[in-house]
C-alpha cells in the first residue's frame, strides 16, 4: 500500500489528483500540494495572470516617471542648453528603464499571489512522475532505466536566526544531454519530517525519490555483481582512474597505477566522503590504529550518484559504512 513520501499514511484532506503511470512500476509514496475542496490555478493561467499584472506595473510606473524625467529633462535644458532631439531620447530611455523596473519587481509578487502552482507526484519501484494541474494535465515520467546518474545539491544558507536549505536533484537522461527529470526547492528551519505542510512536499518527494532511485541502483547492482562478480564506480568524475571495484566482501580501490584490495574481515573502520575513502584497521594488542589507507576521490557534493556509495559498500561488499538517519542522501533502516 502506498503511504505519503515522508512514510506516514497519507494526509486527511490530500487531494490526488492524478491516477499514477505504469511506466514507474509499483507505487512506493504519493503526495500532492492540493487539499480537498481547493480549486488550483493551471499553470498557463498563472503565467498569464503574472503577465497581465508585470504589464499594469510597467505602465503604471512608466507613467508615475513621467513628472520626475520631465523635471530633470527641464533641468538638462536649462543647465546644459540640450535640444529636443537629445532630451526626448533621454527621457524616452528613462521610461522604458522605469517601466522594465516595475515590471521585474512586480512579477515574482504576482506570481507567488497566482500560485502556488498544484502538484500531484508520485515515487515508483522503477520510476518517478510528476502531474500540474491543467486541463489536460501535464506530466513529467522518469523510468529509472532510462537515467545515468543523479546529481544532487544541497546547500545551507543562513536566514535570521535560522537556516534556509536549498537542494536541487537532477536525473540526467542516457539519450539526453540535460536533466531528464529534477526536484527542487527549499525549506527553512528543522529538517521536515511528516508530510502536513504542503510547503514541505517538494523536499519529502525528493527523499522518498532519493530512496527509490538507490533501491533501484542496488538491485541492479547484485544482479551485476551475480553474473559477473562486481560492479565498478567512479569515484571522481574528473580522474577515470580513481574507481572501486567491489564484489560480495571486498573491495578494490584504484588510483592511477595504484591498486589495492580490501576484504570485509580485514577492516576496522572505514569513511566515506563524496568518493573519498579512508580505511583503518585497529591493532586490539595496542589498542590503536595500526594502519590508515586514503583514497582520494570527489569532493562530497560533487559526485554522481554519491548516497549510493556508501549504500552498495555496506550492503554488499559487507563494509562497516556509518548508517545515517533518513534524509536526503541516506537511506531509511530497513524494519
Known amino acids: 500500500m502506498a503511504t505519503s513520501h515522508a512514510g506516514d499514511r497519507l494526509a486527511d484532506g490530500m487531494r490526488v489528483f492524478a491516477l499514477p503511470p505504469p511506466e514507474i512500476g509499483d507505487v512506493r509514496s504519493v503526495g500532492s500540494t492540493v487539499q480537498a475542496g481547493e480549486k488550483p490555478v493551471t499553470l498557463s493561467l498563472r503565467v498569464a495572470r503574472t503577465s497581465v499584472l508585470a504589464g499594469l506595473a510597467a505602465v503604471a510606473v512608466g507613467l508615475v516617471s513621467f513628472v520626475p524625467i520631465g523635471i530633470l529633462v527641464w533641468l538638462l535644458r536649462q543647465t546644459f542648453g540640450l535640444g529636443s532631439p537629445w532630451t526626448e531620447s533621454i527621457a524616452g530611455a528613462l521610461a522604458v528603464i522605469a517601466?522594465?523596473?516595475?515590471?521585474?519587481?512586480?512579477?515574482?509578487?504576482?506570481?507567488?499571489?497566482?500560485?502556488?502552482?498544484?502538484?500531484?507526484?508520485?515515487?515508483?519501484?522503477?520510476?518517478?512522475?510528476?502531474?500540474?494541474?491543467?486541463?489536460?494535465?501535464?506530466?513529467?515520467?522518469?523510468?529509472?532505466?532510462?537515467?545515468?546518474?543523479?546529481?544532487?545539491?544541497?546547500?545551507?544558507?543562513?536566514?535570521?536566526?535560522?537556516?534556509?536549505?536549498?537542494?536541487?536533484?537532477?536525473?540526467?537522461?542516457r539519450r539526453s544531454v540535460g536533466a531528464a527529470f529534477r526536484i527542487h526547492g527549499h525549506y527553512d528551519g528543522e529538517k521536515p519530517s511528516v508530510g502536513v505542510k504542503l510547503e514541505h512536499q517538494p523536499y519529502l518527494f525528493a527523499v522518498a525519490a532519493e530512496r527509490a532511485w538507490n533501491d533501484w541502483l542496488l538491485r541492479k547492482a547484485r544482479e551485476?555483481?551475480?553474473?559477473?562478480?562486481?560492479?565498478?564506480?567512479?569515484?571522481?568524475?574528473?580522474?577515470?582512474?580513481?574507481?572501486?571495484?567491489?564484489?560480495?566482501?571486498?573491495?578494490?580501490?584504484?588510483?592511477?597505477?595504484?591498486?589495492?584490495?580490501?576484504?570485509?574481515?580485514?577492516?576496522?573502520?572505514?569513511?566515506?566522503?563524496?568518493?573519498?575513502?579512508?580505511?583503518?584497521?585497529?591493532?586490539?594488542?595496542?589498542?590503536?590504529?595500526?594502519?590508515?589507507?586514503?583514497?582520494?576521490?570527489?569532493?562530497?557534493?560533487?559526485?554522481?550518484?554519491?548516497?549510493?556509495?556508501?549504500?552498495?559498500?555496506?550492503?554488499?561488499?559487507?563494509?562497516?559504512?556509518?548508517?545515517?538517519?533518513?534524509?536526503?542522501?541516506?537511506?531509511?533502516?530497513?524494519?
Open 99 to 173: 517601466a522594465a523596473a516595475g515590471a521585474w519587481f512586480a512579477a515574482p509578487i504576482a506570481w507567488k499571489v497566482n500560485g502556488p502552482t498544484a502538484l500531484c507526484t508520485y515515487v515508483g519501484k522503477d520510476g518517478l512522475a510528476q502531474y500540474t494541474w491543467g486541463d489536460p494535465l501535464p506530466r513529467v515520467v522518469l523510468r529509472f532505466e532510462d537515467a545515468r546518474a543523479l546529481v544532487k545539491t544541497v546547500r545551507t544558507r543562513p536566514k535570521g536566526e535560522t537556516s534556509r536549505v536549498e537542494f536541487d536533484l537532477r536525473w540526467m537522461g
Open 224 to 335: 551485476d555483481v551475480e553474473a559477473h562478480g562486481a560492479i565498478e564506480i567512479g569515484r571522481d568524475a574528473r580522474d577515470p582512474s580513481r574507481r572501486a571495484r567491489i564484489g560480495l566482501g571486498f573491495i578494490e580501490l584504484f588510483d592511477g597505477e595504484r591498486v589495492e584490495r580490501w576484504s570485509a574481515i580485514e577492516v576496522d573502520e572505514i569513511d566515506v566522503k563524496g568518493g573519498t575513502v579512508v580505511i583503518r584497521r585497529i591493532d586490539p594488542m595496542r589498542g590503536k590504529r595500526s594502519i590508515e589507507r586514503r583514497y582520494p576521490g570527489s569532493a562530497p557534493g560533487a559526485m554522481d550518484n554519491e548516497s549510493f556509495f556508501p549504500l552498495v559498500l555496506r550492503e554488499i561488499a559487507g563494509l562497516p559504512v556509518e548508517q545515517h538517519e533518513p534524509g536526503l542522501g541516506e537511506r531509511r533502516a530497513a524494519g
